[in-house]
């Protein structure tokens, strides 16, 4: 540290240089919230108004921690003789806490950047859960590149602090009133320009004036200010409908519905479960997954199927338990597994379990194989690229089939990690080029690099196809093919820019949630359903080949796909705060467990705007309302 710095550092900051230093701050994390906005095109001179009065206010209000905690760190360790060491912790804790409002910020700016949220539950669970920081595949480039962004805020943050140190020198002097003057105006306008902004948006969300309520979502933490009742009562406007929302709370479960009737079948079928991250359901082809391409045709395909969520976490949730993924929630806190499971293990079934994640994030060691036994379950984690651990939890699993009792019937399950991003395979399945070598998160520019970023992803999937086809060989070299259902499932898509995003977990479009869907059944005639399938329908189409006899609806929200009459007039996604229906005709996406006002986004089937979203809303009516009801059917109060 250079001698001037520590010169500084060695007493403790006067009224002026504190305000001095929190002031110069703010501007600079105005600059930081205005970069929410640049992107956004404000045509009107409301909207400009509104915005520049939200960055100023906002800059302030996201500031208020570290100005509250800084000043209290001040008044506990005051200037005097001995007190070099705690000016040192004032200087010190001031820095940190605003550089730490600095990386906050830039943090959720790339979050929402890339996939179209801010900060949220999902992502404290990210960050908290063993797992989760790994399961986002960071390259090294990414990784360093964060390294040094947050080290260049801090350092920020100290030239600030020091600059401020020596701009007010003497505050004794006469002219240390005048920056409290100034001081009290920017409070003042700041004051102002908060209720004007609150005001500004309260009206619009009253009269629906969308402009200003769509530039509110992309500022973090903003907290919506409505009157829409008052509104109403003045007669300004009513939506009609366009704020239907609904929360979901951590409910006492009825699940099942009601105990289950079995007969076990006599020659018991065997079940390989195989998941694959991210598989988007484009790329079932003949070119890119020949070897699924193959098994589709002698199974039932899936051409237009859902999966029940545009994450990991209730995607897979949901093809297990065939629930709205909303009771990912209260089936956690309960430590609940599906029946699925439950019916497995009482069968008598063996298990092996493979991932090439963790079984700790998501918690699916706490939900769907919460009863399992451990040493049934294995994780490779870390280390190796994503291929190759795929492919060695497949030499594994192969293992597993070999060692088995032969006189029980088994289930395996594996989850494949080459298709995650940043898209891992080995230079021998490149099929697609060119491709980006090193998929760097932070310096990517995704609107102009997303062919070689995409080519990457064809690569992965082409890989994981390889290791598909050696389960498959597998059972057909150990005769075990006319015993076991095999099921092969995307937990979710994945987005390339077709609607200005990349990657998932932002929308509820077909490229997030549309993911391929083979099942091969012993005894099925190959079939082809054209309509619309989904993760929910999974479970529903198992038990009855488990020899459950209750109908589908006491234990799922879906239906048997093996069934003759099997018809589905909508699918059902859902991530951390919001549920969508997705029609042939309509898509609707809800808030859900939400905090303050979200707007309903209402596409077409094929995921395009519509013109008229009331029309298109009071057209599902009935398909809304089932929604709803079947957000509670499972809980103890709720049926």
């Known amino acids: 540290m250079t001698r001037p710095l520590a010169r500084h550092l060695d007493r403790s900051p006067s ?6 230093f929190f002031v110069l701050t703010w501007l600079l994390v105005a600059i930081h919230v205005g970069s929410f906005a640049a992107s956004a095109q404000v045509k009107d ?14 800059a302030f209000l996201y500031l208020l921690p570290a100005l509250v905690i800084g000043l209290a760190l001040r008044l506990a360790l005051p200037p005097g003789p001995g007190r070099a060491g705690r000016e040192w912790m004032v200087a010190i804790g001031l820095i940190f806490l605003t550089g730490a409002t600095h990386t906050l910020l830039f943090a959720d700016r790339m979050i929402y950047g890339m996939y179209g949220f801010h900060i949220n539950g999902f992502v404290l669970d990210l960050v908290l859960t063993p797992g989760g920081i790994a399961s986002l595949g960071a390259s090294r480039g990414t990784e360093l590149t964060a390294l040094a962004i947050i080290l ?11 600059w401020s140190m020596r701009a007010q020198r003497d505050p004794e ?3 240390a009133r005048r920056p409290a003057y100034r001081v009290r105006w920017l409070l003042l306008a700041m004051l102002v320009m908060t209720l004007g902004e609150r005001v500004a948006y309260g009206v619009s969300h009253a009269t629906n004036y969308q402009p200003i309520l769509f530039a509110s979502e992309r500022y973090p933490l903003y907290l919506p200010l409505t009157f829409r009742k008052l509104a109403r009562a003045a007669g300004l406007g009513d939506d009609g409908g366009e704020t239907v929302s609904a929360r979901v709370k951590t409910i ?3 699940y099942p519905l009601a105990p289950l009737t079995v007969v076990k079948p006599e020659k018991p079928l065997n079940i390989v479960w195989l998941v694959a991250e991210s598989l988007r359901f484009d790329m079932l082809t003949p070119e890119i997954m020949p070897n699924l391409w193959r098994l589709s045709e002698q199974s039932l395909r899936l051409e237009r ?3 029940g969520s545009n994450m990991t976490q209730m995607g897979v949730f949901t093809m297990f338990y065939g629930l709205y993924g909303n009771y990912w929630f209260p089936m956690l806190a309960a430590r609940r597994p599906p029946v699925l499971m439950d019916e497995l293990q009482r069968q008598g079934y063996q298990f092996g379990l493979y991932t090439s994640q963790r079984f700790t994030y998501p918690a699916f060691d706490k939900t769907i194989f919460t009863r399992m036994n451990p040493a049934d379950m294995h994780a490779l984690s870390g280390g190796p690229p994503a291929w190759q651990r795929d492919r060695q939890n497949i030499d594994a699993l192969g293992e597993f089939i070999d060692r088995r009792d032969p006189k029980r019937p088994f289930m395996t399950y594996m989850f494949f990690e080459s298709t995650h991003a940043n898209y891992s395979f080995p230079e021998d399945s490149a099929i697609a080029r060119p491709y980006m070598e090193d998929l760097n998160y932070l310096t990517a520019d995704f609107a102009k690099d997303i062919g070689p970023i995409k080519n990457r992803y064809i690569n992965a999937a082409h890989h994981v196809d390889g290791q598909i086809r050696r389960v498959v060989e597998h059972l057909r070299s150990r005769d075990l093919l006319d015993s076991t259902v095999i099921i092969v499932l995307g937990d979710h898509g994945e987005e390339f820019m077709e609607h200005s995003r990349w990657g998932h977990g932002s929308e509820f479009n077909r490229q997030q949630t549309g993911t391929p869907a083979v099942i091969r059944v012993p005894g099925q005639a190959p079939r082809v359903i054209t309509g619309i399938t989904s993760h929910l329908d999974i479970p529903a189409t198992l038990l009855p080949l488990l020899g459950v006899k209750n109908p589908p609806q006491d234990y799922s929200q879906g239906g048997n796909l093996l069934a003759p009459d099997f018809h589905r007039e909508y699918a059902v996604a ?4 919001r549920i969508a229906y997705l029609g042939a005709d309509y898509k609707i996406t809800l808030p859900i467990n939400s905090m303050g006002a979200l707007r309903n986004e209402v596409t077409d089937g094929e995921d395009a705007p519509v ?14 309302r089932e929604i709803m009801v079947n957000l509670s059917r499972f809980s103890r109060h709720g049926n």
């Open 15 to 20: 009224d002026g240089q504190f305000r001095h």
């Open 45 to 58: 001179m409301a909207t400009a108004s509104w915005t520049l009065a939200t960055i100023a206010s906002y």
């Open 152 to 162: 260049a805020m801090f350092a920020m943050q100290a030239a600030a602090y020091l």
């Open 173 to 175: 002097n006469a002219g």
């Open 252 to 254: 006492e479960l009825g």
């Open 305 to 307: 199927h859902y999966s």
């Open 574 to 577: 859902a991530d951390w705060n």
């Open 611 to 624: 013109g008229d979203a009331r029309r298109a809303k009071q057209a599902i009516q009935p398909a809304l």
